[in-house]
Nanobody, 127 residues
């Protein structure tokens, strides 16, 4: 399984960005439509933190700091997941990673419960 993230950039506070992640490949027992997909953010030198996730049943989950500003969506036909980020703030800056989890019983917010990761895309929000 390979995940390719894109869409990052340098923007000003209040601007919007849309991140995308395309998956290729499948495991022996499942494909993209079976996985929980998520976005995590990592500041330079920091830990990787949960931002948002979406289940195969299209149930979204967000960290409180991005609720009402970010929207996660998925397109199973295209094996892609997107994160629409509006009203960006400087504290939203970091490298955004998409991730895939095959075990839907695992925690959506635990970085260790994800099986595959993209290479990350950098988001920088200036004040």
């Amino acid at each position: 399984v390979q995940l390719q993230a894109s869409g990052g950039g340098l923007v000003q506070a209040g601007d919007s960005l849309r991140l995308s992640c395309v998956a290729s490949g499948r495991t022996r027992f499942s494909g993209f439509s079976d996985w929980r997909m998520a976005w995590f953010r990592q500041a330079p030198g920091g830990a990787r933190f949960f931002v948002s996730a979406i289940t195969p049943a299209l149930e979204p989950e967000y960290v409180d700091s991005v609720k009402d500003r970010f929207t996660i969506s998925r397109d199973n036909a295209r094996s892609s997941v997107s994160l629409q980020m509006n009203g960006l703030k400087p504290e939203d800056s970091g490298i955004y990673y998409c991730a895939a989890a095959q075990d839907l019983q695992s925690s959506a917010r635990n970085v260790y419960d994800y099986d595959d990761w993209g290479q990350g895309t950098l988001v920088t929000v200036s004040s």
